[in-house]
T-cell receptor, first 109, second 115 residues
Framework: GQNIDQPTEMTATEGAIVQINCTYQ??????LFWYQQHAGEAPTFLSY??LDGLEEKGRFSSFLSRSKGYSYLLLKELQMKDSASYLC??????????WGAGTKLIIKP | ETGVTQTPRHLVMGMTNKKSLKCEQH?????MYWYKQSAKKPLELMFV???????ENNSVPSRFSPECPNSSHLFLHLHTLQPEDSALYLC??????????????FGPGTRLTVL
């Protein structure tokens, strides 16, 4: 079956760095997405990786290793507003998105 | 504001009621989606429409009935729901369906409670 694994919850300190991991087992691969979802709000797009390596976008970076079925989202200089759930999703061979359950990130002062 | 709106934002209904959820996208996209989001569970894809044609129905019970009158509007009609159907229902749209790598833009969701 198809499966996306990510930690349920993580806690980090304001100003620090946090890495949220995602591992996947899917039938085919057409890219991996990261979305951010604040409580009670819509998920919003953060990044898309289809090739191996690191994509940097401001304070956020996303890494992909297709051979390992692994990705991570790296958040630097954490701010209180980064408290949210982070969703990992993989586009499979049918171009259907397979979603992880999300990682709730709690930022403490 | 993502360009996708949903109404109502909150809905409480009894098991014998009939209600409808509405989604509208102002992005000129051709594909629209209904998802169910339950606490601590992955997003579940319910229905997919491309250019007003339903292309995906992931074994969703018949008490959920979608309607897509045009490429900008999507409805989810609800009848005789069960308490386990209580969840956040999210609508999303993307430019095209065939290119599944297109970013999906989500609405804020409807929080549904079935009593």
């Amino acid at each position: 079956g198809q499966n996306i694994d990510q930690p349920t919850e993580m806690t980090a300190t304001e100003g620090a760095i946090v890495q949220i991991n995602c591992t996947y087992q899917t039938s085919g691969f057409n890219g991996l997405f990261w979305y951010q979802q604040h409580a009670g709000e819509a998920p919003t797009f953060l990044s898309y990786n289809v090739l191996d390596g690191l994509e940097e976008k401001g304070r956020f970076s996303s890494f992909l290793s297709r051979s390992k079925g692994y990705s991570y989202l790296l958040l630097k200089e954490l701010q209180m507003k980064d408290s949210a759930s982070y969703l990992c999703a993989v586009s499979d061979s049918n171009y259907q998105l397979i979603w992880g359950a999300g990682t709730k990130l709690i930022i403490k002062p | 504001e993502t360009g996708v709106t949903q109404t109502p934002r909150h809905l409480v209904m009894g098991m014998t009621n009939k209600k409808s959820l509405k989604c509208e996208q102002h992005l000129g996209h051709n594909a629209m989606y209904w998802y169910k989001q339950s606490a601590k569970k992955p997003l579940e894809l319910m229905f997919v429409y491309s250019l007003e044609e339903r292309v995906e129905n992931n074994s969703v019970p018949s008490r959920f009935s979608p309607e897509c009158p045009n490429s900008s509007h999507l409805f989810l009609h609800l009848h005789t729901l069960q308490p386990e159907d209580s969840a956040l229902y999210l609508c999303a749209s993307s430019q095209e369906l065939a290119a599944g790598t297109d970013t999906q833009y989500f609405g804020p969701g409807t929080r549904l409670t079935v009593l």
